[in-house]
């Protein structure tokens, strides 16, 4: 095996070029909703992951300090992860643009289930958590999340994508290979 060790703009270690790098980690897409003192409040995230299934199923989130949220979830202990399908762009777009913050919860139907942070209906999974562990690093906060209760909504499975600065859907590469 050969390993190159040449050092050029491409192969330096800083903020933008970590951003572009991570612009082509394709993610699921997220609401993450919570509790304000009884409201409701939400946020677009990709930034989920699965810690572990057993014996406690439990998986983590990276807020920003600036989003709004981040502040509900550390005093309401609680939020619910709520994965989004290819067809919630308009979702998508509403939950992560801070103009139409007052608009969120008013088109979409939300059911509370255990902890009480809304769970989406139409969305292909939901998993209510309370938080059991914080980790501070820079300017996000990393919540660990006890799972209390999950929800399959949907039977089929067309996730919600985003790379490189864009929402996409398997199902359009599926297409695209079809028609090849
Ligand atoms: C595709 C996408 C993924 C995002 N992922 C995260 C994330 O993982 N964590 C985070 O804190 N913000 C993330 N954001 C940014 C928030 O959704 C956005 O800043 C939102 O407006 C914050 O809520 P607020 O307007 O109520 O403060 C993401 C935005 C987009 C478009």
């Not at 609401?31 to 998986?59: E, K, W, Y």
């Not at 989004?84 to 608009?103: K, Q, Y």
Request: net charge negative; charged share 25%; with cysteine.
């Amino acid at each position: 095996m050969k390993v190159r060790t040449q050092m050029h703009e491409d192969t330096m270690s800083d903020p933008d070029l970590f951003k572009r790098g991570m612009r082509r980690l394709a993610a699921g897409v997220s609401v993450i909703t919570t509790l304000d003192d009884g409201r409701p409040a939400g946020f677009v995230a990709t930034a989920v992951t699965s810690v572990c299934a057993d014996p406690a199923p439990s998986l983590l989130i990276c807020v920003n300090r600036s989003a709004s949220c981040h502040a509900v979830i550390h005093k309401s202990g609680i939020f619910c992860v709520n994965v989004l399908g290819e067809g919630d762009v308009e979702i998508a777009n509403l939950f992560s643009s801070r103009e139409h913050r007052h608009r969120r919860f008013t088109d979409c139907d939300w059911e509370a289930l255990e902890t009480g942070a809304p769970a989406l209906t139409g969305a292909l999974a939901s998993f209510d958590c309370r938080v059991s562990e914080k980790m501070e690093v820079e300017s996000h906060t990393v919540f660990l999340g006890r799972v209390a209760t999950i929800k399959l909504w949907e039977r089929e499975v067309h996730p919600l994508l985003y790379v490189d600065g864009h929402f996409d859907s398997l199902r359009s590469v599926a297409l695209a290979k079809s028609a090849a």
